[in-house]
């Protein structure tokens, strides 16, 4: 959705998609001595769509994946990868907070969040910049970074003092197991700050961090730089997330960025649209792997 509520694409999942069915187009009636599966996987969005499509691994008996995501802000026609975890884990958090309602002028007799939603958004603030968190004896090898998305308590109704809030915040880390850490710490203090209120938390669009395979890798960018391909290694991670670390599960697996253009609109901003001349470089990328 853009920023005025309307159905676009943002993130340039057409732009891959047509790719793809490119590439098919390319190499019909050509033999390469391999079987290869073009996966066009729904959901990358929310989470969901990497564990619809895992059967297919079994099933096929696949033994090295490939992705492709279009990334804005980097040379164009250049192809960016980085060996081990290239993006991060990260899950949205839902905090309910129950206490009782009151009238407004008898606040007394009543049990109002917003105050333990307050302190609690205190606590949070410093990971609002990437920083390592301790808890129960458990020190991140990673920092952590909390991005607060949502803090509703009441309404415009001044004869009412509430008596339920809620707080939703995005959470992230390069470590699935670090970001376990942070929200169980998360949890912890908002029961410890929610005394005498009913606490309850749901998780949304949950991420695990992108690995690649560090050998895979290697091999699939001299293969591409053979075929006279620019690549450039990142130095970090980025701390946006895609499901296709799932993936890494059944095969080894490499994940590659295709640069727009350094000064192209960002994505999932209003100005974005994929750029339809990347499309070709799109599919020779694919071919240079699949002709290796």
């Known amino acids: 959705m853009n920023s005025k509520g309307e159905l676009f694409h943002g993130c340039g999942h057409d732009g891959h998609s047509a790719i793809l069915a490119g590439t098919i187009?390319?190499?019909?009636?050509?033999?390469?001595?391999?079987?290869?599966?073009?996966?066009?996987?729904?959901?990358?969005?929310?989470g969901t769509g990497a564990k619809l499509c895992t059967p297919i691994f079994k099933?096929?008996?696949?033994d090295k994946v490939f992705g492709l995501?279009?990334?804005?802000?980097?040379?164009k026609g250049t192809i960016y990868y980085k060996p081990g975890v290239s993006q991060f884990a990260s899950q949205g958090l839902s905090i309910d907070f129950q206490g009782r309602q009151s009238h407004a002028s008898e606040p007394e007799k009543g049990k109002n969040p917003v105050f333990a939603m307050a302190e609690l958004v205190s606590f949070l603030e410093p990971f609002n910049e990437l920083k390592k968190v301790e808890y129960k004896g458990r020190r991140t090898q990673n920092p952590v970074l909390c991005t607060i998305v949502e803090i509703a308590c009441g309404g415009k109704n001044f004869g009412i003092n509430p008596g339920k809030g809620v707080l939703s915040l995005t959470i992230r880390s390069e470590s699935g197991k670090d970001l376990q850490t942070f929200k169980d710490k998360i949890i912890a203090k908002a029961q410890e700050l929610g005394e005498g209120l009913s606490i309850k938390y749901e998780e949304f669009d949950v991420f695990g961090e992108t690995c690649c395979d560090p050998h895979l890798t290697e091999e699939s960018v001299k293969n591409l730089q053979k075929a006279g391909f620019k690549t450039e290694l990142m130095e970090e991670a980025f701390r946006g997330s895609e499901d296709f670390g799932?993936?890494?599960?059944?095969?080894?697996?490499?994940?590659f960025y295709l640069g727009i253009g350094e000064d192209y609109p960002p994505l999932h901003s209003d100005e974005y649209e994929f750029p339809d001349e990347t499309i070709e470089t799109g599919i020779g990328l694919w071919m240079a792997l699949i002709e290796a």
Do not use: R, S, T
């Open 59 to 62: 099933e096929e008996k696949i």
């Open 69 to 75: 995501h279009n990334m804005a802000g980097f040379k």
């Open 246 to 255: 799932v993936y890494g599960d059944f095969a080894p697996a490499v994940f």
């Open 25 to 46: 187009v390319e190499i019909e009636g050509k033999k390469f001595g391999k079987n290869i599966i073009f996966l066009f996987q729904p959901a990358e969005e929310n």
